[in-house]
């Protein structure tokens, strides 16, 4: 079975700051996917990054930056220098290699204050 | 091009009542996948269709549940005898590849409110 835990069901930042949002999986695949998800007011889930389990390298696009870990099970994700558009809710989410649906973990609601 | 589209954004129906929820998929998508949205129980799959093979229905929480897909595009989820628990955000998304890399792209929602 798979699991997706996003421990901070709401962070609240102050503009500027850097914020990180955890998710921990569980997983049997040796051969699985990891993806995060901005989930802003207007409902429509985005897409943000994928990640397979044998590239566990960092990857840091703009402001956004994820941290995988294998060893932890956990698949980070640190936005520098927030912004108020930055507010949504965040989705990190597991894929099998061999499966078709995501499970997502229960998200993280982010709201950044000016 | 064009996103994944999903009609009526908003559906308002009475306990009892069927509904019919539309997706439109990115076109050249293969795959096809239907999840729900409701407070408690946050994002769960409901199905899966890839070309010609027989839908993944593992997700569908009753019998009062299915969808189809026509011509490999269009896809209709029908909830008979609505519930209100069956109240939620439906959402529909594509994907250009089966297994491995291909990531959904989901389209806006269908809100579902069962009065």
């Known amino acids: 079975a798979q699991k997706v835990t996003q421990a901070q069901t709401e962070i609240s930042v102050v503009e500027k700051e850097d914020v990180t949002l955890d998710c921990v999986y569980e997983?049997?695949?040796?051969?699985?996917?990891l993806f995060w998800y901005k989930q802003p007011p207007s409902g429509e889930l985005v897409f943000l990054i994928r990640?397979?389990?044998?590239?566990?390298q960092n990857e840091i696009s703009g402001r956004y930056s994820w941290n995988f870990q294998k060893s932890t099970s956990s698949f980070n994700f640190t936005i520098t220098a927030s912004q108020v558009v930055d507010s949504a809710v965040y989705f990190c989410a597991l894929k099998p290699n061999a499966g078709n649906m995501l499970t997502f973990g229960g998200g993280t609601r982010l709201m950044v204050k000016p | 091009g064009a996103g994944v589209s999903q009609s009526p954004s908003n559906k308002v129906t009475e306990k009892g009542k069927d509904v019919e929820l539309r997706c439109d998929p990115i076109s050249g998508h293969t795959a096809l996948y239907w999840y729900r949205q409701s407070l408690g129980q946050g994002l769960e799959f409901l199905i899966y269709?890839?070309?010609?093979?027989?839908?993944?229905k593992s997700g569908l929480p009753s019998d009062r549940f299915s969808a189809e897909r026509t011509g490999g595009s269009v896809s209709t989820l029908t909830i008979q005898r609505t519930q209100q628990e069956d109240s939620a955000v439906y959402l529909c998304?594509?994907?250009?590849?089966?297994?491995?890399?291909?990531?959904?792209?989901f389209g806006p929602g269908t809100r579902l409110t069962v009065l």
């Open positions: 269709f890839q070309g010609n093979s027989a839908p993944d």
């Open positions: 998304a594509s994907s250009l590849e089966l297994a491995g890399e291909g990531e959904q792209f």
């Open positions: 990640r397979n389990s044998f590239d566990e």
């Open positions: 997983t049997r695949d040796t051969t699985y996917y």
